[in-house]
């Protein structure tokens, strides 16, 4: 066995919209049996609190591990503490651009700023449309720095049939960029044959 498959994934929600991506992706690490460690951002706790009808420590009852945002001090602000990587779920543009700045004034960037100085996989569900380029750039920026961005996009090919269909094909993309085994949503297997022809 992988010793990395032991090691427990670090999720961040912050304030975008899109909280349940974070939420949920608590949820299916913990049905996988994958450790979750979690820190949340203060603007994450107002966005919960607008779209779901869920409190602050039922989220935290998801983790195995849970750090204040403004604990700079905590284990995951250092190299030294193994992870398997970091997902933040959904990323706000602020999150962003502290992450593409190296700006790590909270410790979800300076937890972010740690995956990419340790070359460790560090995925960043971005949530915001339109873009202007001032956005694109930091996500370019980002980029070159290492992480990997994948803003929830929802894929229509394996018919989904519900909200949650949606969000577990945007987790399952994540969850695939660590290599953690899944089956939350169909996968292509290429056109049926006796499709439309072209």
């Known amino acids: 066995m992988n ?18 991506y974070g ?10 049996g994958v450790s979750a460690h979690l820190v949340m951002s203060e603007a994450a706790l107002m966005t919960l ?22 604990d700079i001090g905590a284990a995951v602000a250092s190299g030294s503490f193994l992870t398997r990587g970091m997902i933040i779920a959904p990323c706000s543009i602020k999150t962003l651009s502290a992450v593409a700045n190296s700006y790590s004034d909270t410790l979800i960037s300076r937890a972010a700023d740690v995956m990419l ?12 449309t339109p873009l202007h380029k001032g956005h694109l ?13 994948l803003p929830p996009m929802p894929a229509f090919y394996d018919q989904p049939q519900s909200l949650l269909d949606m969000v577990h094909q945007g987790i399952g993309k994540a969850l695939d960029q660590f290599g953690i085994e899944h089956n939350l949503r ?10 439309v022809s072209t």
Not at 3 to 20: C, F, H, N, Y
Not at 117 to 128: A, I, T
Not at 137 to 149: F, K, W
């Open 49 to 70: 609190a607008i779209e779901t009808e869920l409190t602050a420590d039922e989220v935290r009852r998801l983790a195995d591990v849970v750090y204040a945002n403004k």
């Open 117 to 128: 100085k340790e070359r460790r996989p560090l995925v960043m569900m971005v949530r915001e």
């Open 137 to 149: 750039q930091l996500m370019l920026r980002a980029t070159d720095h290492g992480a990997v961005i």
């Open 186 to 195: 169909p996968r292509w297997q290429g056109r049926p044959r006796g499709g």
């Open 23 to 32: 939420v949920e992706l608590l949820r299916v690490l913990r049905q996988l």
């Open 3 to 20: 010793p990395s498959s032991q090691l427990p994934l670090l999720v961040a929600i912050t304030g975008a919209t899109g909280v349940i």
